[in-house]
Nanobody, 111 residues
Framework: QVQLVESGGGSVQPGGSLRLSCVAS?????MGWYYEASGQQRELVAS???????NYADSVKGRFTISRDNAKNTVYLQMNSLKPEDTAVYFC????????WGQGTQVTVSS
């Protein structure tokens, strides 16, 4: 089974930036970043194909950028212009046929 390890979260003020990383234990395919706010369902906010084609939820379009380094089995999420409503635990995983979930990384946006 592929193992996923997310990192890069933290606490920032509104308007700030963070860069999340997701390292996989093996090569990965169509990947995404998921957002889980307290008491809410986990939802996909950004995805990237094996060839590097990104797609974004409307809520993050223009602010977040997903990228990948296939040589390092790593997917990134650059988060800019952060808002309080971006506060959540962020996970990475395939877009379908999920691997076991990692522990996620907490992002807190607050003044």
């Amino acid at each position: 089974q592929v193992q996923l390890v997310e990192s890069g979260g933290g606490s920032v003020q509104p308007g700030g930036s963070l860069r999340l990383s997701c390292v996989a234990s093996a090569s990965i395919s169509f990947m995404g970043w998921y957002y889980e706010a307290s008491g809410q369902q986990r939802e996909l906010v950004a995805s990237i194909s094996s060839g590097g084609i990104p797609n974004y939820a409307d809520s993050v379009k223009g602010r977040f950028t997903i990228s990948r380094d296939n040589a390092k089995n790593t997917v990134y999420l650059q988060m800019n212009s952060l808002k309080p409503e971006d506060t959540a635990v962020y996970f990475c995983n395939r877009v379908n046929l999920w691997y076991p979930w990692g522990q996620g990384t907490q992002v807190t946006v607050s003044s």
